[in-house]
């Protein structure tokens, strides 16, 4: 019976079915005697016999409890303050459990996998059936793997809560598997973790310099590496931020070569020019908005619900969603050119500018004549772009630089619509020749606007200097740090500042970003672990805290 059915220190007296879905199995120990855990001397002597009734794991699809008759045992150690003591059965169960040490890992397990909710429904149809909060307590007893010590490691934070807190995850990269969660991204956190594993000689990180100064503290022997996939990801922000602002002179571009424009001569291609006072006004409500944007994004990040700011800043909702998730102040989408009540006037009034008439009342005086129903200040909007010289009621201080807002130029069909700048990023770094051919106009087409093109060579420079040097990549040590050096070179003096930036950053960062490009070290896997972690937080809908999930990372690794 007994290798039938393992059960061991016991021997089994018998098997019987108790229902449909259980087995009932009747053992006792068999061990001479037993040791007193406060003294350890051995006895024999029986003082009585009492039964537990354990859990085991299933059989045949069936529950299995145990009914074990267990004795226990005089201690005869006059020196003992102990009297008696219960039979131990060190291989079958702990004292005072209610379930085997087999059952209660298996149903650990379901719960590192499957977290408790999940994993007491799973386990019910195992026939191993407990509370998703006893499948918690398991998970906490596990023994945690002891890895072996690291030598190559990343570091990386992931939200607890996204916008609130954040933790830091640590991961051996040549084994491939997380080793910590570390409560929070600060330096001393990380330095001390660091410190208690002497062995680690690479570190490589993101470009927060919260942790090069951690691992300068705990680990100063240690290289660290700038992570490649970060550096391809700043780059890319540099790039959208910069297309952002430079958006809406980037709309105004035609469409690039090789794209029929289909002009008609004489009609517009955007709105007529407002006026400054508009002008003013328009931005006056923009900076509002900007304001509120801002609003909203503190309000939500200090942990606000959306329907609260939306009722305290008494915005819609939708508003508020829209802004709390927006990193910058959305660009308002170029909205279809409507007609004008002047449209029909244009031709008129160009043969009457080419005659060499600027007055904007007595052109509008003759519109009206022919029909015009519209107001002075349209004839004068539309002037205002074609004048030779200022108008005389310009106020002095304007006349010398070119009127405030968009100057739509040159005849020909309104420019199409362009990309998000988060899209034109992404676009913009990719190798030309693999991008399909419509991609490839909106690329050629933004070309020709001599800042972005030089922005958008720079990024694709580095994006390549930095693939070059990933899986895959053909790039020499050499050759990478040649590039780099060029790069920079060319960065410094660009004349665009959110370029110049960047590159003043990597070059404080020197050392880890030139080990990037010549050492093999990234972080590509720790995403991969963030991404895991993130799915195992969903699992717990939040209830569990930061030790759980730790187990259940370390344990799943
Ligand atoms: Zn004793």
């Not at 191993?128 to 010590?149: H, N």
């Not at 598997?177 to 330096?187: G, Y």
């Not at 910069?242 to 008609?264: E, K």
């Not at 900007?290 to 915005?315: F, N, Q």
């Amino acid at each position: 019976m007994n290798e039938l059915c393992p059960m061991p220190g016991c021997s089994i007296e018998r098997i019987t079915p108790d229902g449909p879905g259980y087995l009932h199995i009747a053992a006792h120990g068999t061990r001479p005697g037993g040791r007193c855990p406060d003294c350890g001397r051995a006895s024999r002597a029986v003082h009585s016999r009492y039964h537990r009734r354990p859990a085991d794991l299933p059989s045949l699809g069936r529950a299995v409890g145990v009914e074990l008759r267990v004795r226990r045992f005089y201690c005869r150690n006059a020196a003992c303050a102990r009297r008696t003591f219960a039979e131990r059965l060190p291989e079958l169960l702990a004292p005072r459990a209610r379930r085997t040490g087999r059952l209660a890992e298996a149903q650990g397990r379901v719960g590192v996998a499957l977290g408790g909710e999940a994993g007491a429904r799973l386990l019910q149809g195992l026939a191993m059936a407990t509370s998703a909060d006893t499948v918690l307590r398991l998970v906490r007893g596990l023994p945690l793997p002891e890895p072996e010590p690291p030598r190559a490691v990343g570091v990386d934070d992931w939200a607890l809560r996204k916008g609130r807190s954040y933790g830091t995850i640590l991961v051996d990269l040549e084994r491939r598997r997380a080793l910590d969660l570390l409560p929070d991204r600060t330096a001393t956190t990380l330095a001390e973790w660091l410190r208690c594993r002497p062995g680690i000689g690479v570190v490589a990180r993101d470009r927060s310099t919260e942790y090069a100064r951690g691992i300068a503290l705990g680990a100063p022997g240690a290289m660290q590496v700038a992570d490649r996939w970060h550096l391809l990801a700043n780059v890319r922000q540099v790039l959208e931020r910069w297309l952002a602002a430079a958006h809406a002179r980037l709309r105004r571009l035609p469409p690039g070569p090789g794209i029929p424009a289909d002009a008609r001569p004489g009609a517009r291609i955007g709105p007529f020019r407002r006026t400054r006072a508009e002008a003013a006004a328009r931005d006056g409500r923009r900076a509002r908005w900007v304001a509120l944007h801002e609003e909203v994004r503190r309000r939500h990040a200090a942990g606000e619900k959306l329907l609260a700011i939306a009722r305290a800043m008494g915005l819609a909702v939708g508003t508020v969603r829209k802004y709390a998730h927006a990193e910058s102040f959305p660009v308002p989408e170029t909205r279809p050119l409507r007609p004008s009540i002047l449209d029909p006037h244009l031709a008129r009034l160009e043969a009457r500018l080419a005659e060499g008439c600027e007055n904007g009342l007595a052109l509008w005086r003759e519109l009206r004549a022919a029909g015009f129903p519209g107001a002075a200040k349209q004839v004068h909007r539309w002037l205002a772009e074609r004048r030779t010289a200022p108008a005389r009621t310009t106020p002095r201080e304007w006349r010398a630089g070119p009127p405030a807002g968009p100057t739509p130029a040159g005849p020909g069909r309104r420019p199409p619509a362009l990309p998000s700048p988060a899209r034109l990023a992404w676009l913009l770094v990719q190798p030309p020749a693999e991008l399909p051919a419509a991609d490839a106009a909106v690329v050629t087409r933004l070309r020709q606007d001599r800042e972005a093109a030089s922005v958008a060579g720079l990024a694709r420079r580095f994006t390549e200097l930095v693939r070059g040097r990933g899986a895959g990549g053909k790039l020499g040590p050499d050759a990478a740090l040649a590039g780099l050096e060029a790069w920079l070179a060319d960065a410094r003096t660009s004349g665009v500042r959110a370029v110049e930036t960047f590159a003043a950053g990597l070059e404080q960062d020197g050392a880890a970003v030139r080990a990037a490009l010549t050492t093999p070290w990234s972080n590509g896997q720790t995403e991969g672990q963030v991404t895991r972690l993130k799915l195992l937080k969903r699992q717990m809908y939040g209830r569990a805290g930061l030790d759980l999930l730790r187990r259940r990372t370390l344990l799943a690794a």
